[in-house]
């Protein structure tokens, strides 16, 4: 069943890197919004005359919790949608969206070690994911998020990350750079879950972020010896 249409209420905005904002929306018309960590809300955005076309759609950033939720959204060149979300959209703006939809949600049981796999916003799900574990204390082995952006200042939710990592049993955080010196891990995802992954034990493998990433990816989780049914992903773009 498709959800119906309702209000959404900009509450808050932040900047979260130098292309990226925090969206914090109220939906007043519901006591609470339920979803699943991992699934997405499509926005109904004044973009063009045919409906089907103003429709864009964001994975939910946090966890289930009450009657807010956050979306972060990157700014895209020559977008129509997110040009308008960042020049338009402001705290207190009214708008219509739907949900929550989608299927990339956590497994049923989480006795296989996962890899979240993701680049740019695609952490987002992964985020909900990882403080809906936590907060509800839910059984897991072990976790591995492998997160790759450019520069440092793309990093998304990075002390957040680095303190669940504290906090949350059996999780690793791996954030990578493509484009920038540093302390850390240098270069592209895939190097990294290769490298984790040399034990070939039972994996489940969740990718989320830009097509080029995720094709290169399923093809090479494959040739690693694994099984194309325990790699489940989401697209953006």
Not at 71 to 90: H, P, Q, R, T, W
Not at 124 to 147: C, N, Q, T
Not at 189 to 195: D, G, K, R, W
Request: a negative charge; one cysteine or more.
């Amino acid at each position: 069943m498709i959800p119906q249409w309702q209000t959404g209420v900009v509450q808050r905005i932040e900047q979260a890197t130098p292309n990226t904002r925090r969206y914090w929306i109220e939906l007043p018309e519901i006591d609470s919004f339920d979803f699943k960590p991992g699934q997405f809300v499509t926005l109904d955005l004044p973009i063009h005359e045919q409906r089907n076309k103003r429709w864009r759609s964001y994975s939910i950033a946090s966890k289930p919790d009450g009657k807010v939720i956050e979306l972060v959204i990157v700014y895209v060149e020559g977008g129509l949608a997110s040009n308008y979300i960042f020049s338009e959209i402001k705290e207190g703006s009214v708008f219509t969206l739907r949900g929550p939809q989608g299927v990339f949600t956590l497994p049923e049981n989480l006795d296989q070690h996962i890899y979240m796999i993701c680049t740019g916003t695609g952490i987002a799900p992964f985020r909900s994911m990882l403080h809906y574990i936590k907060e509800h204390d839910i059984p897991h082995k072990k976790i591995d998020l492998i997160f790759g952006t450019r520069k440092r200042e793309d990093l998304l939710y990075e002390d957040e990350m680095r303190q669940l990592e504290k906090e949350l049993p059996k999780f690793n955080y791996h954030p990578t750079l493509s484009r920038e010196e540093w302390e850390g891990r240098k270069g592209y995802v895939h190097h990294v879950y290769e490298e984790l992954s040399s034990h070939k034990q039972q994996s489940h493998f969740m990718l989320c972020g830009w097509r080029v990433m995720i094709d290169e990816a399923k093809h090479k989780i494959v040739e690693l010896g694994f099984d194309k049914k325990d790699v489940h992903l989401e697209l953006y773009g």
